[in-house]
Nanobody, 125 residues
Framework: QVQLEESGGGLVQAGGSLRLSCAAS????????MGWFRQAPGKEREFVAAIRWSGGRTDYADSVKGRFSISRDNAKSAVNLQMDSLKPEDTAVYYCAAQTYYSGSSNYDLNYDYWGQGTQVTVSS
């Protein structure tokens, strides 16, 4: 069993930055990929970013390209999401997720096996 715990959410003004972290605990952790998703009130959960654990290949939603950066820390079994130039439309609950083996695109939430509890990000205008 793997537990994921997010941290780093909060309230920030438009144009500001936040850094989210996700730490994995439990059994030896070497997933196929880690991802971040978000869900705003009244909207469906959407893909934000993903990183392959081996090799570090990254992928981003068009809405966050050039503003967000995903990275991993293999030694700490952690993944981070640096969010810069935040906009009010980035306001959402952000979830960390682990895709433990290749089961399809890492952009698709149903291909992930473990999820964190979520952390709120609020961007004021």
């Amino acid at each position: 069993q793997v537990q994921l715990e997010e941290s780093g959410g909060g309230l920030v003004q438009a144009g500001g930055s936040l850094r989210l972290s996700c730490a994995a605990s439990g059994r030896t952790f070497r997933p196929y990929a880690m991802g971040w998703f978000r869900q705003a009130p009244g909207k469906e959960r959407e893909f934000v970013a993903a990183i392959r654990w081996s090799g570090g290949r990254t992928d981003y939603a068009d809405s966050v390209k050039g503003r967000f950066s995903i990275s991993r820390d293999n030694a700490k079994s952690a993944v981070n999401l640096q969010m810069d130039s935040l906009k009010p439309e980035d306001t959402a609950v952000y979830y960390c997720a682990a895709q433990t083996y290749y089961s399809g695109s890492s952009n698709y939430d149903l291909n992930y096996d473990y999820w964190g509890q979520g952390t709120q990000v609020t961007v004021s205008s």
